[in-house]
Antibody, heavy 122, light 111 residues
Framework: EVQLVQSGAEVKKPGESLKISCQTS????????IAWVRQMPGKGLEWMGIIYPGDSDTRYSPSFRGQVTISADKSISTAYLQWTSLKVSDTAMYYC???????????????WGQGTLVTVSS | QSVLTQPPSVSGAPGQRVTISCTGS?????????VHWYQQLPGTAPKLLIYNNNNRPSGVPDRFSGSNSGTSASLAITGLQAEDEADYYC???????????FGGGTKLTVL
């Protein structure tokens, strides 16, 4: 069974750094893209970016480029999303999701991690 | 403003049929990129409901179906049940943005 298990909820202050994780199992981690998706409180889903763990090819939505860093550690089949200086506006639920088939276009997200709630408040 | 446009809300009584539209453009649905649908129950992560326009993953009831035409797609739910009350999102790929895009989501209320 393919599983994506994310790290626990975080409460941080503005300006702090953070790295959240998405541990995968049940499939070949290096052969499928992993995506990160943001959901702000009461809002919809936003595609942040993707990483191909096989060669660390990473693509970002323009809205998130320069604001976050997506990475992966092949040795432990885990993807990461990190911030160097959090803002109050980063408060949201963050989901990782596996792209279902090879390739970027015409692909879908399945399965999803359970989500990591990040709260940034002074 | 989402690239794919969905109605904010729809509602229906138990047993009825409802549809949720997803309107795109010539750079996504209109150019032939497939549409996928997700169901997000309250307080949970999104779950794949329909992939490649009209395919259901195993375990998804055949009450859920998808279709598309031109620059739009639709999700239909027949025999509405209380457990269907959730948010529904469409997703496709946009070749002018070179990224996957989501609709803004539709809240389904079962009356």
């Amino acid at each position: 069974e393919v599983q994506l298990v994310q790290s626990g909820a975080e409460v941080k202050k503005p300006g702090e750094s953070l790295k959240i994780s998405c541990q995968t199992s049940g499939y070949s981690f290096t052969n499928y893209w992993i995506a990160w998706v943001r959901q702000m409180p009461g809002k919809g889903l936003e595609w942040m970016g993707i990483i191909y763990p096989g060669d660390s090819d990473t693509r970002y939505s323009p809205s998130f480029r320069g604001q976050v860093t997506i990475s992966a550690d092949k040795s432990i089949s885990t993807a990461y999303l990190q911030w160097t200086s959090l803002k109050v506006s980063d408060t949201a639920m963050y989901y990782c999701a596996k792209l279902a088939i090879f390739g970027v276009a015409n692909n879908w997200f399945d399965p999803w991690g359970q989500g990591t709630l990040v709260t940034v408040s002074s | 403003q989402s690239v794919l446009t969905q109605p904010p809300s729809v509602s229906g009584a138990p047993g009825q049929r409802v549809t949720i539209s997803c309107t795109g453009s010539s750079s996504n649905i209109g150019t032939g990129y497939n549409v996928h649908w997700y169901q997000q129950l309250p307080g949970t992560a999104p779950k794949l409901l329909i992939y490649n326009n009209n395919n259901r993953p195993s375990g998804v009831p055949d009450r859920f179906s998808g279709s598309n035409s031109g620059t739009s797609a639709s999700l239909a739910i027949t025999g509405l049940q209380a457990e269907d009350e959730a948010d529904y999102y469409c997703q496709s790929y946009d070749n002018s943005l070179s990224e996957s895009v989501f609709g803004g989501g539709t809240k389904l209320t079962v009356l």
